[in-house]
């Protein structure tokens, strides 16, 4: 099974770091040369998820004439911020496109990892029931549960989606990933409240009244995160490449989790590897969770094709947990 | 560890961080007052430091509680408070 194609689409609405500056009073130069964003993307106020959705796959399909919507046999959403608690987002998806109705879809609910993951999760089932065509989407946005004055992530995230077609015939070859959780660690990237644990009504199923606004929005501790990622990145890295009898040097690119510009400089630093070998794109869009790595890879295949490359990809966050892979185009 | 070991700790984590050799603090020195840190080199020097002297820091706001002051971070690095 290999990786054709990716797609990507973003929300017209653009927000400055000016605009973040005004709204946190963190300086802006912080926010523009550190954290290295200048503008990232919103959802605007009518636009719901699955809108961005169907847009990155209206965008694959006029990228890619020859596929064919009739071929696809799965079709699997990476969210934690779906349209609705219940239904799936994948089955919105699946109606929007007028997928037939023996396509299984279901929603993989992981963050910034999630992309990763789901390379695995689309190319098993597809061995599994020898499907020849399946769709991996991204879209978690992220800006619906971000408060507008919280300074640990309001500067940091920012909303897309992407589109990924697998497929049997061509593209880039999945190689043997690297998974992992630390679990202990949850409680550093959470929305508490909505759930089960703390659900909008009472257990009894009676009305109750809402808890804080803060609650339903996400916290970060990020002197936690930092310690996770500079902790566990480097170690999956080196797991995924022996899994694969690879060395630092048989990787071309190393497209991270765009989590920010200072967290992939440290770990380009701690790895030893050279600017031009860790691509960056979180100056427009900000760190767009699990959409950040496939969004980049659509962004390298139109500016400079990946034909022949050896990419390694690596995602990490909510969970926390990571996922690293090789691709080989 | 004694105050002289925690103070060439505390240098050889900062200059990692920032990536500068001529990084120069006394026990007077307050990393944040003085900008010599930013949020973001804090968090990555005290991670540094961690991983030099093998010191697990608090959890909470260490800011608030000003472990960016040189002469806090030498006190608790010394085994003097916490």
């Not at chain 1, 699955?50 to 046999?73: F, K, P, T, V, Y």
Request: proline share 3%; glycine share 8%.
């Amino acid at each position: 099974m290999k990786l054709r194609h990716i797609a990507y689409a973003i929300p017209d609405r653009r927000v400055e770091s000016a605009v973040i500056s005004q709204w946190t009073g963190l300086d802006l130069q912080f926010l523009t040369e550190k954290i290295g964003i200048e503008s990232r993307r919103f959802l605007g106020r009518e636009e719901q998820p699955i809108d961005l959705a169907h847009a990155a796959c209206r965008n694959l399909l006029s990228e890619c004439h020859e596929l064919d919507l009739a071929r696809i046999g799965l079709l699997v959403v990476v969210t934690q911020n779906p349209d609705y608690k219940i239904p799936h987002s994948s089955a919105l998806l699946h109606h929007a496109l007028g997928l037939g109705k023996t396509v299984a879809c279901f929603d993989l609910n992981l963050g910034c990892s999630g992309f990763v993951y789901g390379l695995s999760v689309v190319k098993s089932l597809m061995l599994a029931e020898s499907l020849t065509d399946a769709l991996l989407v991204t879209c978690d946005p992220y800006s619906r549960i971000i408060g507008r004055m919280d300074r640990d992530t309001v500067a940091l995230f920012g909303d897309a989606a992407t589109a990924s077609w697998l497929s049997a015939e061509a593209g880039g070859d999945l190689g043997k990933p690297d998974f992992g959780t630390n679990g202990a660690g949850a409680e550093n990237l959470m929305v508490k409240l909505g759930g089960s644990a703390y659900p909008v009504m009472s257990i009894d199923g009676e009305a109750k009244e809402a808890g804080s606004a803060e609650g339903y929005r996400l916290h970060m501790n990020g002197r936690g995160i930092l310690e996770f990622m500079m902790q566990e990145v480097p170690r999956t890295v080196s797991r995924c490449l022996k899994k694969n009898g690879l060395e630092l040097s048989d990787i071309d690119s190393f497209v991270f989790h765009q989590a920010s510009q200072y967290l992939l400089q440290q770990l380009r630093k701690k790895l030893g590897l050279a600017p031009e070998k860790v691509p960056c794109n979180i100056r427009d869009v900000g760190n767009t969770v699990s959409s950040s790595i496939p969004l980049l890879l659509a962004q390298l295949q139109t500016k400079e094709g990946l034909a022949g490359k050896r990419i390694l990809v690596c995602g990490f966050g909510v969970g926390l947990s990571w996922a690293t892979n090789v691709i080989q185009y | 560890m004694n105050q002289q070991q925690a103070l060439e700790a505390i240098h050889a984590a900062l200059r990692k961080t920032l990536d500068r050799a001529d990084i120069s603090v006394t026990i007077e020195t307050d990393l944040v007052e003085e900008k010599i840190v930013d949020s973001l080199d804090g968090m990555m020097f005290l991670l540094e430091l961690s991983g030099v002297t093998d010191k697990k820091f608090p959890e909470s706001d260490l800011v608030k509680l000003g472990f960016f002051r040189v002469r806090k971070l030498v006190e608790f690095l010394t085994d003097s408070i916490g």
